[in-house]
């Protein structure tokens, strides 16, 4: 298992030094300059500044020096926040992206889960197409139309929560929601079909047989054997929710991580741009070993062999 | 009183979008303590639904049971509500499955499976459980059970799992067993280890045994009698020598005759031709006539009472009323009576 982790984790480096190396030279290929006023400056002013930043070297150069860098953990400067480490501004920016993103996954995972489960039990009932109802329309019906009723409604009308900003724990309440409408409705439109499924399958015909519970079947016997498919497409979409939506950050005014990318690759902010890929692509690939891992808590059969 | 269970005109439909299917169309039957009763028939001829719909097991909706009794020990199963059958279920009767590959659960350890029913039903403790678990998967055959109760099942083979199958089923002692085809997912010499293996359990608890199966080898080797079942209905039901030897219905000679058998080397094996007939909108008089050689013109007119042959024989064929032509059964079978010309009689039935 130690072995099994260590190797990934080997992996994981190899993939991350390809993704920087990719996206660096990609990056390169962006038109226009980091001089936002590039216009008024002169020749040499303009050569001044470069010179500063190292962008003059030959792009070689520079893709040598960044690695060299950023195996000592230093992701250079920001060329638009007054110089400022690109570490401390990722950081600053990444805690509310990843609160909204973490408490919309939370909640739309549970919500959606039930949601799921009970249109598997009451197939085909009242209950099951209210379920679906709701799974359709937020899956059909895009995240920012729901941020703008939710800001409407509950923000001015009933004066609930907060409608914009960053200032305490009552700010992310509309934000979250408004996330949390896509999860709900991927988690309960694959529970259904999942439990469903698990449900119609011999070994629930067993438990049944063995006098077990209508609870006890569909959660000790079912749930379970139903939850490999969930995880496998509710992992990468909490990394899209967690590493910053620019739609709803920009509607609900949170200083977001999303809305800063944007903003840096607009203004060729190199270092910004490098970091924020390499931490979106770090957690990318650590979330898919944490699913691996957990597809072998899930089933036994996916397990790696003892020793190994 | 020593009939355990007693099914009387037990009817079971299914709700379809294209109408009802008759899937059971009034089957009756009895079974003693001990008894082991074989019901045979093509797919299709209700067996399944029939033991299923005694756990009341069939998935609802769209099945239901539309009307009959279902006594056991004298209490109506068929009235029963979800929560009193729960109570009966892997108690007092319990079910092997067919197929041992997907009716264990996969991420559930064999242990844990077995052990379910005992800590519901029998109010164990885990530890007590366990001991259980350890008897019960070494009386079934599984060598190293303290090991091989905290594996799961893709650990096992076929057989293995067949045993596992077998040991939930036995967990609490039932007093009925119903084994729905428990072979005829298995290799063959596998198959012969298992239905060894229930043989001798049987013997060792003394429990009632339904055995559905459309393989009369296995019929003749472990059953007492056998229910022939064509249709959703019983159509010929005695005990493994009236039935084997001295078969009364065209469809159970039609059955018999397409048995390959080791001294008729020469002969292309025989098939019933046609297939059953539609249950969604069963034929009129006896469902058997269309594919019925010997059929009469009653036969496409009216339904065939249950006729008696002796104490433990009846068939439902008009070829048994008093003023049916003698019609010879076909070569094989009558070479089959000859063999056992003891027990066979030419007298007519008797209508019951």
Known sequence: ?308 | MDKLLDVKNLHVSFDTYGGEVKAVRGVNFDLKKGETLAIVGESGSGKSVTTKALMQLIPKPPGRIKEGEILFEGRDLAKMNEKQMQKIRGKEISMIFQDPMTSLNPTMKVGNQIMEGLIKHQKMNKSQARKRVVELLDLVGIPDPENRMKQYPHQFSGGMRQRVVVAIALACNPKLLIADEPTTALDVTIQAQILELMKDIQKKTDSATIFITHDLGVVANVADRVAVMYAGKIVEIGTVDDIFYNPKHPYTWGLLGSMPSLDSADEELYAIPGSPPDLLDPPKGDAFAARNEYALQIDLEQEPPMFKVSDTHYAATWLLHEHAPDIEPPASIKKRMEGMANTSSESKGERV
Not at chain 1, 174 to 194: C, G, K, Q, S, Y
Not at chain 1, 284 to 294: G, K, P, R, S, W
């Open chain 1, 1 to 308: 298992m130690t072995r099994y982790i260590l190797q990934r984790l080997g992996y994981m480096i190899i993939t991350m030094f390809l993704i920087a190396t990719f996206t660096f030279f990609l990056m390169k290929f962006l038109p226009g300059t980091p001089l936002s006023a590039a216009d008024k400056l002169s020749e040499e002013q303009q050569a001044v500044v470069l010179e500063k930043y190292g962008l003059n070297d030959p792009v070689p150069v520079q893709y040598f020096n960044y690695m060299v860098n950023l195996t000592q953990g230093d992701l250079g400067i920001s060329f638009q926040f007054d110089n400022r480490e690109v570490t401390t501004i990722i950081l600053e920016r990444i805690g509310p992206s990843m609160t909204l993103g973490f408490q919309a996954m939370v909640i739309g995972t549970i919500l959606g889960m039930l949601l799921g489960l009970i249109s598997a039990i009451y197939h085909n009932g009242f209950l099951d197409y209210g379920s679906t109802f709701i799974a359709v329309v937020g899956k059909s019906i895009p995240s920012f139309v729901f941020a703008g009723i939710l800001q409407y409604f509950v923000g001015v009308k009933l004066g609930w929560f907060p409608v914009a900003l960053w200032e305490g724990w009552e700010y992310t309440v509309l934000p979250t929601v408004a996330l949390a409408i896509f999860p709900i409705a991927i988690a309960a439109r694959f529970m259904r079909t999942e439990m469903l499924e698990v449900l119609g399958s011999d070994y629930i015909t067993t438990a049944r047989a063995k006098g077990v519970n209508k609870f006890g079947v569909v959660f000790k016997h079912g749930l379970r054997n139903a939850l490999i498919p969930l995880i496998t497409v509710l992992g990468p979409l909490a990394i899209g929710l967690m590493t910053g939506t620019l739609v709803i950050e920009n509607i609900f005014a949170v200083p977001g991580i999303g809305e800063q990318f944007v903003k840096a690759i607009n203004t060729n902010d190199f270092p910004i741009i490098m970091g924020t890929t390499l931490l979106i692509a770090f957690l990318f690939i650590f979330i898919i070993l944490v699913i691996d891992l957990l597809y072998g808590v899930i089933d036994p059969r996916i397990r790696l062999a003892e020793g190994e």
